[in-house]
């Protein structure tokens, strides 16, 4: 959702895929640094005005915090917790040359499944929250739904 | 099993929630206005086409007037015609304008003027124009200026200054008996900036089809990479786009030149601050401004839900220029239309 200087709140959509590389700092806490691509696309136009929509890049680095919550031969290891942290982001408005900045602080809340018979595989789900520091709105957050594959190099059956 | 349905129900929430239209201002009341000016006889000592005059910024004008009028904008026009005759809204006809010459080199006190320039696109009556609609205008409506003819850069202000060129900014330089453009008769991209700001809607979009027209930008934040003078667009963000950007974030500082996004007026502008822009008879008008007169009569409606922005007006006539200009212009004579930043598009049509 976002608010320009001077405009009201509208909603905007978006999406993205981003390749992460998680190190493992305890058996429950890990550092994620990842690079994003992602696109979110112009608002309504109710009003005679719209928010314009806009594409790029980010880099992020997260303190994840995922203790195991379950484990069982038969069904593998669960962890839940949640993460924190902060993303720069390089997008451009479509349509347009023009490329802009912004940090993004984000949280997100994490569910993931190892599968007893997959240990490389990890599943995840999150929900993500973040904050666009954008310094020509008045207000950007964002909220959604995150689906993920981890594969852990030099897992053992 | 059951913590991962719950999470899919989530999803579903989400999207139901923003399904709703939480934030619709479609009660809004949008009056729509506009000036569109155009001089294509700057000097009636030639004909249209010869010495320092255009030959379509008439026909410009005329099409976009005609256009905006057909989709409802309030229009006042005022361009000097290839007849060399000053035109106001409603094709009122007030005879041919001057051929001025002056003895300043700032171009003060003007000779050879004629009763007709009292009604050209002159600076006095654009600034006049614009100023007279601060009380007219509310918070919501939407205005379109309009500008075709010449436009010029002065690179010996530190920093550089654009200007367009409305009638009585060229004209015969006595002591040389050359033409100029000269820099008190002209339009000064901050000038227009300050009568922009006695209109408070936000809504405020200038099109200039001029010469280094995109020197009237003056984003504060946005990187543009496509480069003020180039022979096409640029394919990648480079490094440098980079640290531009991110040097903006930190400073966000008030442009020196141009006008804002925020809150002054966006900016469709021809060219590049430092490129020049054409005109063609094989378009009969400026060739931004066919390809944009092409697009706002239908198809730039580029996403297909029935209105055209700014962006869209843009992207179109950019595509135009660079798919058909361009390539048979050369290197030479490309240019590239420029578009302000900002984080709001406005609706046109």
């Known amino acids: 959702m976002s608010a320009g200087q001077g405009f009201g709140p509208k909603l905007q959509y978006g999406g993205g895929f981003s390749l992460d590389v998680v190190f493992p700092l305890s058996s ?21 005005f719209l928010y314009r929509g806009y594409s790029g890049g980010a880099m992020a680095v997260m303190a994840l915090f995922l203790p195991t919550v379950l484990s069982t031969p038969e069904l593998g290891v669960m ?73 852990t190099f030099g897992a053992r059956r | 099993m059951r913590k991962a349905l719950r999470f899919s129900a989530f999803g579903i929430v989400v999207v139901a929630l923003a399904s709703c239209s939480l934030f619709d201002y479609s009660n809004l009341v949008v009056h729509k206005y506009a000036l569109v000016y155009g001089v294509t006889v700057y000097t009636n000592a030639f004909p249209a086409g010869t010495g320092p005059n255009l030959l379509y910024p008439d026909a410009d004008a005329s099409a976009m007037a005609s256009l905006l009028a057909a989709q ?43 009763p007709a320039d009292a009604f050209a696109p002159s600076k006095a009556n ?9 009380g007219v205008l509310g918070s919501n409506d939407i205005l379109v200026v309009y500008f075709s003819g010449h436009g010029t850069q002065d690179t010996s202000t530190n920093p550089a200054r654009e200007f367009f060129d409305p009638y009585g900014a060229v004209m015969q ?14 339009v000064r991209d901050d000038e227009l900036r300050s009568a922009f700001d006695s209109i408070k809607t936000p809504r405020k979009i200038l099109i200039l089809d001029t010469c280094n027209s995109g020197g009237f930008i003056g984003n504060p934040l946005e ?28 400073s966000m500082q008030s442009s020196p030149t141009g006008l804002s996004p925020y809150g002054t007026a966006m900016v469709l502008s021809a060219a590049g601050r430092d490129e020049s822009s054409y005109e063609t008879s094989a378009y009969g008008h400026g060739v931004m401004t066919y390809w944009l007169l092409h697009g706002l009569a239908g198809p730039a409606d580029l996403n297909h839900d029935g209105h055209i922005t700014v962006l869209e007006s843009f992207a179109y006539a950019k595509a135009g220029v660079d798919q058909n200009w361009n390539p048979a212009a050369g290197s030479a004579s490309s240019f590239e239309p420029h578009v302000s930043g900002g984080p709001v598009d406005f609706v046109m049509f």
């Open chain 1, 28 to 48: 429950w806490m890990l550092l994620d640094a990842s690079i994003k691509g992602f696109t979110v696309a112009p608002s309504d136009i109710s009003g005679g």
């Open chain 1, 79 to 151: 962890r839940a917790g949640g993460g924190a942290g902060l993303a720069a982001a390089l997008p451009s408005y479509w349509y347009t040359t023009l490329a802009f900045f912004y940090l993004e602080p984000r949280v997100e809340g994490i569910v993931d499944w190892t599968p007893a018979g997959l240990p490389a595989l990890t599943f995840q789900l999150s929900l993500p929250v973040a904050m666009q520091l954008r310094r020509d709105m008045s207000y950007s957050f964002s909220a959604g739904l995150g689906i993920g594959v981890l594969y």
């Open chain 2, 72 to 114: 409802g904008y309030s229009v006042q026009s005022r361009w000097v015609n290839a007849a060399g005759n000053a035109i106001t809204t409603g094709n009122v006809d007030h005879g041919p304008v001057g051929s001025l010459a002056t003895s300043n080199t700032d171009g003060s006190s003007p000779s050879g003027g004629a």
């Open chain 2, 126 to 134: 654009i600034i006049a124009d614009v100023q007279a609609l601060s």
């Open chain 2, 173 to 186: 330089y006595i002591p040389d008996g050359q033409y100029y453009d000269f820099p008190v008769p002209s």
């Open chain 2, 223 to 250: 990187t543009d990479w496509t480069a003020p003078s180039s022979a096409g667009s640029a394919a990648f963000v480079n490094p440098a786009t980079l640290i531009q950007a991110i040097a903006n974030y930190v």
